[in-house]
């Protein structure tokens, strides 16, 4: 048995590591600032230099924050999808759950706006445009569903997901082709979103869409234990299936809705994390796993932002990139098990 | 008749599952059942007559098309959720592979409807999910992983999710199928055991009849024109057992409590001997398609004196010393 030690060590460990990321990633940058002119900014707001707390405040805290709270969300809802799908290869990338909120989002500034319902840009279009994403995301998440409960076979349903996916890029590209050149521009600049592309303004509205699926998430923990053994049994132990599952989608279309409408679609950190956080705490069960995956999204993610900006250099490299990277060759990895396991039985 | 401790009744119940919106496939009808406190009750019939369907429909995963099922007399479907999760636990043939799922978790899954929103397990719920583990001999296996253990262990270990569910009625869906033939007898001994001495009511269902017949209290035999239930002892004596296989080859044996395949015999061979040898003898001598004829001397015979055999045909006498050689003996002089 883990003893309790190991799991308090476990745990001062990620968090520690988490926190000296997230300050590393607020250090790190193509301006070289002194550490301890960070810490003051950080904790009393303004600093003997201008531009320093200008970058700071306006860049590179928002952009850590953005890394830290894309990194919980987009894990927690990989877990929760796995969790629900029986699916250990499930996630909001693979599956199309952030291909449906970007459909959401395009249908919103390429189709809506061009016929001109909207005004350009009004102090509520960041509340549409995350509303749009959720709903996007929703809708993909139903259509699978639907699908998962006549196919039970996992490798078919996740061949589905990138079906989904790729039709709604297709949709997207006609509506691209459509649409006039302002709403192009807008729509295209959304699309190349980043964590360093989240505004303050913006920020105000992510957290709280975040932090919200984030405490549904966690109540529904007792839920999500309850399907590890399939809906059969939840069933009979007396768990009412329609209501968890309207509550852990909404959770996951409210986590990975709300960063794909910011961030773009970040791919690979939602099915590599959940697997990550059961190699370190080696149990299935959710009251571990949940905050254990949000921990560990949050360093893998925060980690990807700091290779991503290349130190000394002005510009910064794609964090899709970089996060395919680090789980793609995790998702190899369960593929191959799983190929083994199938082959004894 | 004391109707008190009649824990489960089932009024002219019709199963089935949906074919569309409003339609059913009826798979079974007019099922009138009954099952008392401390029964063990064995489910028997063939191959998709409807008994994983009666399983489901009595543990509320599936609607019946039609009449009743009253649990110490108030319907299933008046139970809430939570309640009925209290009174009926189940335990379905498919098998459970969890990666890092450890014993005791997935047996304190079985605590979920006694815990609180957060599923946090309080002392008494370990307390009962320990000894749902001691109860079924699995205690040192709590912090295993279950992808580790053996199907039989697995097995046990779905046992103790039920007792740790704490529930009056266990429903189980072909407990003994994936399982060695130790395991089976252990298996179902173990849920006779927990039936006296929990008096829990526990239903399951089986291919295996030889080992229903010596542990069940009581058989539902679904037959194809109906289902009819008694003690297994009951079912043997007046010759119900081998209307399960009408239309095949396979004939009930009262004696030995087991089904055995019809055969044509065609010669007679004479027996001579007793006890033991004699018995084995006799069945060798039948699994080779010959009719045995008890002190029969006057045609080709077998002579059994302890672990020694004599065959005697017109021309010879020959001793051997197993069955095995006698059987190549008889085949070669033929």
């Known amino acids: 048995m883990v003893s309790n030690k190991y799991k308090l060590f476990t745990w001062s460990l990620l968090i520690l590591l988490l926190i000296m990321l997230f300050l590393a990633d607020v250090f790190l940058g193509s301006v070289n600032i002194p550490i301890k002119e960070i810490l003051r900014i950080i904790f009393s707001g303004n600093s003997e230099y201008k531009e320093f707390s200008t970058i700071v405040l306006q860049f590179r805290l928002p952009k850590a924050l953005t890394a830290l709270l894309a990194g919980f969300a987009l894990s927690v809802s990989g877990l929760q999808m796995q969790t629900i799908f029986k699916n250990p290869l499930a996630g909001p990338y693979v599956l199309g ?89 807008a729509f295209i600049i959304w699309t190349m979103g980043s964590l360093g592309g989240v505004s303050m303004s913006q920020l105000y509205v992510l957290t709280p869409s975040v932090l919200l699926g984030l405490v549904i998430a966690l109540i529904s923990v007792k839920m999500l234990n ?5 809906e059969n049994y939840a069933k ?36 590599a994390v959940p697997h990550l956080a059961r190699l370190v705490f080696k149990t299935a069960n959710h009251s571990i796993l949940l905050p254990g995956s949000m921990i560990i999204g949050g360093i893998v993610l925060l980690l990807s932002d700091i290779i991503s900006q290349l130190p000394g250099k002005e510009s910064s490299l794609p964090i899709n990139s970089i996060t395919a990277l680090v789980g793609i060759p995790i998702v190899i990895w369960i593929i191959i098990r799983k190929q083994r396991f199938s082959n004894i039985s | 008749m004391k109707t008190s401790n009649k824990i489960l009744e089932i009024k002219n119940l019709e199963i089935g599952y949906p074919v569309s919106k409003k339609s059913f496939y009826s798979l079974f009808s007019d099922i009138n059942l009954t099952a008392k406190k401390g029964e063990l009750v064995a489910v028997i019939g063939k191959n998709g007559v409807g008994k994983s369907t009666l399983l489901r429909s009595i543990a ?72 749902a583990l001691e109860m079924v001999g699995m205690k040192g296996f709590a912090s295993k992983n279950i992808n580790e253990i053996s199907d039989g262990e697995r097995q046990r270990v779905m046992i103790a999710r039920t007792l740790a569910q704490d529930t009056q009625l266990i429903i189980l869906d072909e407990p003994t199928a994936f399982l060695d033939l130790p395991n089976k007898y252990e298996i179902v001994h173990l849920l006779n055991n927990l039936s006296k001495t929990e008096k829990k009511t526990i239903i399951f269902s089986t291919h295996d009849l030889n080992i229903a017949i010596q542990e069940a209290d009581k058989i539902w035999l679904m037959l194809n024109n109906g289902i009819i239930e008694g003690a297994p002892e009951d079912l043997i004596l007046n010759e119900t057992f081998n209307r399960i296989f009408d239309h095949t080859n396979l004939n009930f044996d009262k004696v030995k409590g087991d089904f055995r395949m019809k055969r044509k015999h065609s010669e007679k061979i004479g027996l001579i001997g007793e006890g033991i040898y004699y018995t084995w003898t006799k069945k060798a001598l039948e699994r080779m398609n010959f009719t045995v004829d008890k002190g029969n001397v006057s045609i080709p015979h077998v002579l059994v004196n302890q672990s020694t055999w004599q065959y005697v045909n017109e021309n010879s006498i020959i001793s051997v010393n197993s069955i095995y050689e006698l059987a190549n003996l008889i085949i070669e002089s033929k």
């Open chain 1, 97 to 185: 759950i952030s291909s449906g909120a970007s459909l959401g989002v395009a249908i919103l500034v390429l189709g809506v706006s061009s016929a001109g319902i909207f005004g350009q840009i009004g102090p509520f279009s960041n509340w549409i445009i995350v509303l749009a994403a959720w709903i996007g995301s929703g809708l993909i998440l139903l259509l699978i569903l639907a699908v998962s409960t006549r196919v039970k076979d996992i490798m078919t349903i996740l061949i589905l997901g990138i079906m989904f996916g790729s039709a709604t890029t297709a949709v997207v590209g006609i509506l691209q082709y459509f649409s006039n050149e302002t709403m192009l521009k």
């Open chain 2, 60 to 131: 509320g995963l599936q609607d019946s098309i039609h009449g009743q099922v009253t649990i110490n007399d108030i319907l299933i479907s008046d139970y809430s959720r939570s309640e009925f999760a209290g009174l009926v636990s189940f335990v379905s043939t498919e098998i459970v592979h969890v990666n890092n799922l450890r014993v005791f978790d997935l047996v304190a899954l079985g605590r979920f409807p006694h815990t609180n929103w957060f599923g946090k397990l309080e002392e008494k719920d370990i307390v009962a999910v320990n000894r």
């Open chain 1, 236 to 271: 009979s132990m007396g768990l009412n299936i329609r209501l968890s599952r309207f509550f852990i989608f909404i959770s996951t279309s409210l986590l990975a809705g709300t960063i794909t409408a910011f961030c773009g679609p970040i791919g690979f950190i939602g099915i």
């Open chain 1, 226 to 230: 309850a399907l590890l053994l399939g």
